[in-house]
Every structure is written in C-alpha cells, then in structure tokens.
C-alpha cells in the first residue's frame, strides 16, 4: 500500500529506524508538541542496539511495525531467510516494547516481488509502502536541506498520504534533517486542512 485508500484529508507520517538513533528523541518531542500520531518501523538490529529508543517510541503510544531483522533485499533473499528475518525483528520488537509488531511491515529499500509479499502475507503482515519519501536521509552532503524535505512532503500532499521519514542521522554529514523538518512539515500540512492517522489505525 502506498497510499491510504480514503477521501479525507488525512495524512500517515512513518518513520524507518535501522542504523542511527541520532533524531528520536527530537522527532518525539516534535510529535508530542504537536500532538500527532505517527508510525514507526525498526529493524531487529535497531531494537536490540537501541531497546530504550524503540520503549520510548512504543510508550508514547506510537504503533512500532517490522522492518525486517538486518535491512536486505528481500528480492535477493529466499524465502527461509525471509521468515527468519520476519522472526527475529519480531521477537526483538517484542522485546523492547512488550507488544507485538505484527501486522505491520515495510520491505527494506521497499523492494518486494509478488512471491515475498505472499511470504509476508503469510507470516501475518500487511506491508506498507510510501506515497512520498522526503530523501531527508541523503543529508545535506546529498543536497537535501530542512526546505526541500518540507516541500517534497506538501508537493506530493494528497489524501491518504503516507510519508516516509528517518530517525538516524547521514553517515557522512550527521544530519538529522527529517527530524529538524518535522515541525514544519506539520504545521504546513495543517494550513492546508490535513490531520494524521496512524497505519494501524487503518486495520482490523
């Protein structure tokens, strides 16, 4: 899913976390100022690097979804290694918030065949794409800036949106520009009559 199937003018903000933690604890403390939900997806690896990030992200009551165990290519992955990686992102999400990730999924790099999203389906996760991804993550050393974030996001501003956002710094530059351009972001949705759901908010 890419977008939210809807007519309202409603927005998903979601955050991927698999390397840096450098950006939680301002994207929380901009999400709480706000009061906007939003959804998160940590890979394994994350959680187990990061337990008390990914617990504080969960206690404030954000959904925390699977983003596998250690980011591969699932099109270059078989489907064993699929179910494993499913496994262990899930039992250390489990174990950092006390609650279960499932059903909810994003594919690293968003790469997917047909056969890895029935692995998925089977493994009891609905896996969600992204209407917009900001390029936050390319940093400044990549050309993007706290601007061009914020553009990107109300360029593509659509109902049923779904965001794509990062919690870690660029490796080469250190910037954090999705979490600096957060407010903004928001703020500039709201003048344009958008509120925000949640991806699990969507589900049975």
Not at 86 to 107: V, Y
Not at 110 to 118: K, N
Request: charged share 20%; net charge neutral.
């Amino acid at each position: 899913m890419s977008r939210v199937a809807t007519d309202r003018n409603v927005v998903a903000l979601t955050f991927d976390a698999g390397s840096s933690n450098a950006g939680v604890a301002s994207v929380l403390a901009t999400l709480a100022r706000y009061d906007v939900p939003a959804t998160f997806f940590v890979t394994g690896q994350f959680a187990r690097r990061y337990p008390a990030d990914v617990r504080a992200v969960s206690a404030a009551g954000y959904p925390v979804g699977n983003h596998s165990d250690s980011h591969p290519d699932f099109t270059q992955t078989t489907t064993v290694e699929i179910q494993r990686q499913l496994a262990a992102a899930e039992a250390s999400i489990r174990a950092a918030t006390g609650h279960a990730a499932k059903p909810l999924f994003r594919f690293p790099y968003g790469a997917r065949t047909a056969e890895d999203i029935h692995v998925v389906n089977d493994a009891g996760y609905v896996p969600f794409r992204w209407t917009v991804d900001t390029l936050g993550w390319k940093g400044t050393s990549g050309g993007q800036s706290v601007e061009s974030v914020r553009a990107r996001v109300l360029d593509a501003a659509q109902p049923g949106e779904i965001v794509l956002m990062h919690v870690g710094a660029n490796p080469d530059d250190g910037s954090t520009l999705d979490a600096a351009a957060l407010g903004s972001v928001i703020e500039g949705l709201r003048e344009r009559g958008y509120s925000f759901i949640t991806l699990r908010s969507l589900l049975p």
